[in-house]
């Protein structure tokens, strides 16, 4: 019922720029967070950076000043600008939001299928 779908991952060398974006589609009702959270072999999955319906963003302390999130909440969208990559950004980047799929529903995460990234000279 619900997708999410990712684009524009890659490779890039080291001090490039990446700009991924994410659709959601299905019945969804509302969106309160959007984001994304990455996954580097052998580690866990963490937070990237989130952006709330209202504008409010939340990054990961290794990303401030290089990566930037942002919304279009009429087309249920989610974009990460990716600035002076480092190979530690090497990872799977996974969409994400946490909404409603009906009125007065509970709010849920509901997940992409992940998109590599790989900054690698």
């Known amino acids: 019922q619900v997708q999410l779908v990712e684009s524009g991952g890659g490779l890039v060398q080291p001090g490039g720029s990446l700009r991924l974006s994410c659709v959601a589609s299905?019945?969804?009702?509302?969106?309160?967070?959007m984001g994304w959270y990455r996954q580097a072999p052998g580690k866990e999955r963490e937070l990237a950076a989130r952006?709330?319906?209202?504008?409010?963003?939340n990054y990961a302390d290794s990303v401030k000043g290089r990566f930037t999130i942002s919304r279009d909440n009429a087309k249920n969208t989610v974009y990460l600008e990716m600035n002076s990559l480092k190979p530690e950004d090497t990872a799977v980047y996974y969409c994400?939001?946490?909404?409603?799929?009906?009125?007065?529903?509970?709010?849920?995460?509901?997940w992409g299928q992940g998109t590599q990234v790989t900054a690698s000279s």
């Open positions: 994400y939001f946490q909404g409603s799929l009906r009125r007065f529903g509970v709010d849920s995460d509901y």
């Open positions: 299905g019945s969804i009702f509302s969106i309160n967070i």
């Open positions: 952006i709330t319906r209202g504008g409010t963003t």
